[in-house]
């Protein structure tokens, strides 16, 4: 059965780290899906997927055409699908127009947003609906212009008071689930500490209740350079390769049949 938020709450409690990793398609989720608490169909698809410098074109109908992909493959984790860049920050009726298409056609347990202050009210009014969010705070990489690039976030003392309240007040309007990244791994842990609900962390030191990568950064598929912060575990760009270069063989040689 896949795990619920609940699940996800109780492995916090116990201390028990949380393991999530993106995935865009049916054969990559179903071969994660055993390994992972929670697999989450990221915008990121824009910059992975579709070669993009960033997620900001991706669009309602991609995430959720990936997400019925992924769908069918999975039986044990949680299943969260993010919201594209402005389908959720135009009004709170037109995201909740938008998070009940992808609920209805996905399938998905939970959607995942980037935060502002501006996003409360639609927090609290999914959680009385009985929508699961998973609440971004940190680095928001939907706000790649406004940043000028990829910059970590809680460099100043401001920039932390504003990532903390953010996330405290996410958390007090009902968020389910906390994902931090690209900050001091000081704030993360504060941030940890406070909150009743679990935090994922990408690039935000180990103290996070869990933790989220780029399937393709941590099988070593991206090109390089990767973010500072991944660790990839093998390097399947090269076993592609050479597999490839193999088939090429055999074919020039006309060994095959
Ligand atoms: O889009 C994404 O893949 C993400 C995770 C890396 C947290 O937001």
Redesign the pocket.
Known sequence: MRKTIQDLNIMKDKKDKIIAL?SYDYQTASILDEICDLI?V???LGNVFQGKET?LSVTLDEIIYHAKAVDKAIANAHFCV?MPFMTYQKSTSSALENIGKVFKETNAQSV?IEMNPDLINLVNKANKIGIPIVA?VGLC?QSYNSYGGYKKQGKTKNERDYIYELAVESYQNGASLL?I?GVPEILADQITKDIEIPTIG?GAGGKTDGQ?L?AEDMLGITPLPRPSFVKSYTNIRDIIKKAAMEFRKDVKKKKFP
Request: proline share 7%; no cysteine; glycine share 6%.
């Open positions: 993106t989450l990221g915008d990121s997620t993010d995942k971004h990489p994902v990244e990408i989220i780029v």
